[in-house]
């Protein structure tokens, strides 16, 4: 099943505000498939949840509102990649890039062994299901400029703003 279609795929379901706009977080059981924006697509009505409350979810938002609040550098969640080895040997990568630090893609691809595959590694990077707790908006061009994003360039450029301890974070 590949990474996308395992986001998709599902137990339970919340939104919940946030500085960047709604966030959608999704479960397989008790881990975290996906953190999805608003440009992403939703699946669920606002406030919807499905067959009952959800633990990991629970946690999910709590840690997200405690990371917005500046609270929180490092998420401790229990996630469930589901991809290609080089999608989850990168998106684990990600994990290990510190709260505001920031890699170039390059440096991403070396540290998964891959200096020659930059390209393959962006792919890998733009498919990440678990934006903000997999922290994909830490990576940057090789000049350190602000690249793509699949939540949108505006919030990539806000939760690197947050990292840094620039702008208000106040909703």
Known sequence: MTAL???RSFTHALHMP???GT???????ETLVAVFMEPQGFSLADG???????????????????????????????LAFRGTALQEEVWRTLCTVPFGATWAYSDVARVVGRPSAVRAVGGAIGKNPIGIVVPCHRIVGKTGAITGYAGGVE???KLLALEARQGSWLP
Do not use: I, N, W
């Not at 966030?23 to 059981?29: D, P």
């Not at 979810?57 to 998420?75: M, P």
């Open 48 to 78: 919807a949840s499905f067959e009952g409350k959800s633990a990991v979810l629970e946690e999910t938002r709590r840690q997200l509102v405690a990371y917005f609040a500046r609270k929180l550098t490092v998420f401790d969640l229990p």
């Open 23 to 29: 966030l959608e977080l999704r479960a397989q059981g």
């Open 18 to 20: 946030s500085p960047v």
């Open 5 to 7: 279609a395992f986001s």
């Open 155 to 157: 919030r990539k450029v």
